[in-house]
Structure formats: structure tokens, C-alpha cells
């Protein structure tokens, strides 16, 4: 039972710890997220996807989750949650919250029960294997680096699985009580009136058994997870279970957080008729040029090109089969503008260019998601020193930077567009000090630009916000709603350098977008030169049409409608 509403909506993304403090302590909060509430109903979001705020060692920032059915004393209160639903839905604001089930932490109380007991019920949640002291069971590396294996605490003689840090162990999805007791979880958190879910390294849940050596793709003799990814099977039969269970009794809105998905899998993923979510997100754009090897040897932005054929292959891949979330940053990745726009090119961060991204991946089909922060054009932060990092992803790089003979400055200088510190430091209300964020000491640096701020950006109707108010505006317009979210896509003179140009039709709108992603003008031609195209929007400078053609200035944006 998955209803249409989402379809239109545009969603939001909130990392809890940065957004907004309403209690003083230097940490965000609900409460400054309720706070915050008007002024995502005037953006315009429909949705709101808030990153955990369970109770947490934070060691991953909350994607370590020890209790699932509280909340974070840092965070605020049930009571707190509950005012924030009540808030949302007053402004027609769906919140969905953030699954963690693929690993909890080592403080959850099933990890301590399954240390205290290996053999016995909560033993059986956990992969736990016997240990010789010598041959792990296999050589899988984990995310944040080392084995994705480690002695079980009190016992020397045996070692759990974490896909992640060692701190997060990995829940064994085999167990059908483990299972349940997810579904039940999940329903919980429904019945309370979440609208879904955004569900945390899905794609991981079902691993590979028995577990066995991949071929090392690095000197340490380790192998990425993703080798085991590429021979997994069944993940389906779980996802069609949870759906059951859990999807069917409720409308909701559901995104996966899924890499390395194969074509034939994506039916079940997000089939429109019986896939299990709603929607996964696009991560093309986030993976390529990424090497096994490490940030160190991965490609910190994209061409034009290379971003132009990303997004249109995502969009191709699942063009009869379901829908994406489409993004440009998240709270793991660099910010949008620093990763997409070629920072090679004059003017890349102007706003035009900002807003030239923003318009051509939020008008692609799929539900558009923007990151807090996002929206004021926020580039990646300057990264003094690793002593100013804390995230363990970032730590875990530098260090096979290092290995791989780099110096500390040239470590940190590959290290830092990759850094999660990027999106997490606090969001700028106004151009004070600590940016409105919070009237104590905000628990990190703000770091990012003081000229990157909402109250500024507010009052000018020029800025990248307002800009992004328009798009949002467009996609919910009586209009338009229909074929910007149900309508087709179509690539447009595809092979026109720097220039990514789509349609969007629905049989009786016809939309053309337009976005020239260098700072030279160039001509495109119009493609019918018997129809009229009337100038839906720009990005700020007017559009020169004569006859057939239409001139592009540098990093222009156009959405034009074949009448
Ligand atoms: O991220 C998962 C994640 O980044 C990997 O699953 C993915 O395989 C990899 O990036 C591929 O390049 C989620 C959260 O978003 C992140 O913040 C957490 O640290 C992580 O899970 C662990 O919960």
C-alpha cells in the first residue's frame, strides 16, 4: 500500500547534530529542527529525512544506534519527536526517519547479551565465528578500514563481523527473530507516525555464506565488500519479506541507500508494481571514479561530461522499471557544487553555476532531495589539519594515503574533498558568528563561508535559495506537477559538449531543460523549428532565442515548453 503522494514532493535532509540548537549545548537538536520548520514549508519540502537521533555512542555520528526506540538525551526527548511530527504535519511536512539495521552498536544491549552468551538467542543476531588465533573467515576489508573482522569481547577465541566500524557489528539477517524484531521495530516507529524510511547500507544485510577469501585489491590482502556485493544473491526474498510485514500496512515513502545494485535486481528494489521501496537514491555520480585503491586515487569532481553521463544513464536504467532520489550531496559526501561543477572551469562557483546544477538534477524524474545547507550553495570547507578531523571514514583514508607513501600535507590535500567534515559542519542561519546555529559553543568549527547564510540569502531575491524556492515552486505547479514528477525523460543533443539538455514529457506538456555548464556561451538548436518555445525560467539573465536557435551565455540555465 504505497500511495502517490511522495511522487511531487521534494525532500529535505536534515544531519540533526549541525542544523539547528535549540537547547544551547553547541549540538543540534529537535527541538531546533521544530524550530525550523516554517522555514522548510516555505522552501517548499514535503519531506523531511532526518539522519539518526537514537541514543548512540557516535562514534559513526548516530549510525551506530544502541536503543532504536528512544532518542539521544543530546537530541532532546520522545516528547520532543512527537511535537516535531505534530509541527511537520501541520505544515503538510512528512518526516521519515533513518533505518540502521545492516549493524547496531557494540553498546546495544543485544551485542552485550550475545558477548555474554555467543551461543545462546542474541549470539544468533550476530555472525560470530570461531577464531584459531590466525585465519579470519574471510578477508573482506571494512569501510572505515582493517578486517571486517575483530575478536568478540571476553571471548579470544571467537570474532564478529562489522562491515563497518568495528564498534557497529553487523545484524545477522539469516535469523528470522532478528527479523522480526526489525519489522516490529520499523511498525513502531509507523504507527507513531513517521511516513517511512530512508534505510541505512541496505544492500549489505544479505552477505555471501559461507563467508570465503576474495582476490586483495590492495597490499594489505584485503578485498573491498563490494566483491562480495558483486556475488550476492537473495537479498530480494528479504526485501520482499519487509514489505510484507511492514510496507503493505502503511503509505509510506521508502529510499534505499543502495550501491552497487545490478540492472536485473532493480525491479525488486523499486519496481513501480512490487518493488520493496519507493525510490533508491542515484549515487552515479557519487561512485564514479572512485578507485579501490582510496580517496587518494579517486576523482574529487566531474567534467560536464562525466557528470552529464552519469545522471542520464541513472535515469535510463530505470526508466520502465521505478523511480530515483535524485541528489548532489548527503551527509557522506562532498558538497554538490564542489563535486559536479567542473572546478576547472572560469566561474564554476558562481551562482549561476550553482544554480544551473541545481536546476538540472531537480527536474530530472525521481524525488528530489537537498541537503541542509544545500540550498545556500555551500562549498566544501577549508580542512586545516587531521587533527581537526574526527570522522573515523576521514581518518581511515589519510592513513591509506599515508601507507601508500604520501606526505602528511599531500594526505590531507587528497583526503579533503572526500571528507565527511564537509557537509556536517554547522548550518548558517545568519551571517553572526556562529552563524545563529547556537547561542553556546557549537560543538565543531562552522568553517564554511560566513557569506553562505539563510537570513542574506532571504533578502536577495537573486540567491541561490530563492533559486532554489523557484524549482521547488515548478515542480508543484498546477502545470507542470504531472510531467516533471510522472513524465518521461528524454536526453537532449547528449553529445553537445558542456551542454546537458533533457525533455520532460507526458504526452501533453512538453519540457525542455537546458543548462550550459561552461563559463562561454554556446548555440543550441531548438528541436522542432515548427513549435513555439515559450521561457518557463532562467537562472537569472534573459534567454536569447532567434529563430531555431538559442544562444546559451556561460553556466545559463533555461526550462522552455513546446506549445
Ligand atoms: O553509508 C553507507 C556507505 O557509505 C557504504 O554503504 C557504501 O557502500 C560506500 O560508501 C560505497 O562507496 C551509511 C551512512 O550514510 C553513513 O553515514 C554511515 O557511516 C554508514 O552507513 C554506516 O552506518
Not at 514532493?9 to 540548537?21: G, L, R
Not at 542515484?282 to 585503491?293: I, N, P, T, W, Y
Amino acid at each position: 500500500m504505497s500511495g502517490d503522494w511522495w511522487k511531487s514532493e521534494t525532500a529535505y535532509q536534515i544531519w540533526p547534530k549541525s542544523f539547528m540548537d535549540a537547547s544551547g549545548d553547541g549540538i543540534g537538536d529537535l527541538k531546533g529542527i521544530t524550530s525550523k520548520l516554517d522555514y522548510l514549508h516555505d522552501l517548499g519540502i514535503g519531506i523531511l529525512w532526518i539522519s539518526p537521533f537514537y541514543p548512540s555512542p557516535l562514534v559513526d555520528e548516530g549510525y551506530d544506534i544502541s536503543d532504536y526506540y528512544s532518542i539521544d538525551p543530546r537530541f532532546g526527548t520522545m516528547a520532543d519527536f512527537e511535537e516535531l511530527l505534530t509541527e511537520a504535519s501541520k505544515r503538510d511536512i512528512h518526516v521519515i526517519t533513518d533505518i540502521v539495521v545492516n549493524h547496531c552498536s557494540d553498546q546495544h544491549e543485544w551485542f552485550r547479551k550475545a558477548c555474554e552468551d555467543p551461543d545462546g538467542p542474541y549470539g544468533r543476531f550476530f555472525y560470530i565465528e570461531d577464531w584459531d588465533g590466525e585465519h579470519l573467515p574471510c578477508n573482506l576489508r571494512s569501510e572505515f578500514g582493517g578486517p571486517v573482522w575483530e575478536p568478540l569481547p571476553g571471548h579470544p577465541d571467537k570474532v564478529y563481523l562489522h562491515f563497518f566500524d568495528k564498534t557497529q557489528p553487523d545484524l545477522n539477517w539469516e535469523n528470522p527473530d532478528l527479523r522480526a524484531e526489525i519489522y516490529k521495530m520499523m511498525n513502531w516507529w509507523l504507527d507513531k507516525g513517521v511516513s517511512g524510511f530512508r534505510m541505512d547500507a541496505i544492500i549489505n544485510i544479505k552477505k555471501v555464506l559461507p563467508f570465503h577469501d576474495y582476490p586483495a585489491d590492495r597490499d594489505d590482502g584485503l578485498a573491498s565488500v563490494s566483491a562480495m556485493l558483486k556475488e550476492q544473491t537473495g537479498i530480494d526474498q528479504f526485501f520482499r519479506e519487509m514489505k510484507e510485514q511492514v510496507f503493505d500496512q502503511h503509505d509510506t515513502f521508502t529510499v534505499g541507500e543502495i550501491f552497487d545494485a545490478r540492472p536485473e535486481e532493480l525491479a525488486a528494489f523499486i519496481g513501480t508494481d512490487n518493488g520493496c521501496f519507493s525510490s533508491m537514491f542515484d549515487f552515479s555520480g557519487e561512485v564514479f571514479g572512485k578507485s579501490e585503491l582510496g580517496w587518494y586515487r579517486s576523482k574529487a569532481y566531474l567534467s560536464a561530461e562525466e557528470y552529464k553521463s552519469c545522471i542520464f544513464g541513472a535515469q535510463r536504467s530505470v526508466r520502465e522499471i521505478g523511480r530515483l532520489s535524485n541528489i548532489i550531496e548527503n551527509h557522506d559526501e562532498p558538497r554538490g557544487v564542489s563535486r559536479y561543477l567542473p572546478q576547472d572551469a572560469w566561474g564554476c562557483h558562481s551562482d549561476d553555476a550553482k544554480k544551473a546544477l541545481a536546476g538540472t538534477y531537480m527536474l530530472l524524474r525521481g524525488v528530489p532531495f537537498i541537503y541542509q545547507g544545500q540550498e545556500l550553495g555551500t562549498e566544501n570547507v577549508d580542512i586545516p589539519s587531521i587533527e581537526k578531523v574526527s570522522d573515523v571514514w576521514t581518518l581511515d583514508q589519510y592513513r591509506t594515503a599515508q601507507e601508500a607513501g604520501l606526505s602528511d600535507e599531500e594526505a590531507l590535500a587528497a583526503v579533503a574533498p572526500f571528507s565527511r567534515d564537509n557537509a556536517r559542519v554547522p548550518m548558517r542561519w545568519d551571517d553572526s558568528e556562529n552563524g545563529g546555529f547556537t547561542d553556546g559553543t557549537p560543538w565543531t568549527p562552522l568553517r564554511s563561508a560566513p557569506a553562505f547564510n539563510v537570513a542574506d540569502e532571504e533578502e536577495n531575491p537573486d540567491s541561490v535559495l530563492n533559486f532554489y524556492r523557484q524549482l521547488i515552486r515548478l515542480r508543484s505547479n498546477e502545470e507542470y506537477w504531472d510531467v516533471l514528477s510522472n513524465g518521461e525523460f528524454l536526453a537532449y543533443e547528449e553529445n553537445q559538449k558542456n551542454l546537458i539538455s533533457y525533455f520532460r514529457w507526458n504526452g501533453v506538456c512538453t519540457l525542455l531543460v537546458m543548462a550550459n555548464f561552461q563559463a562561454e556561451c554556446q548555440n543550441v538548436e531548438l528541436p522542432d523549428e515548427n513549435k513555439a518555445y515559450e521561457i518557463i525560467m532562467t537562472n537569472g539573465k534573459p534567454l536569447h532565442i532567434f529563430g531555431n536557435t538559442v544562444t546559451l551565455l556561460g553556466w545559463q540555465f533555461a526550462v522552455l515548453q513546446e506549445r
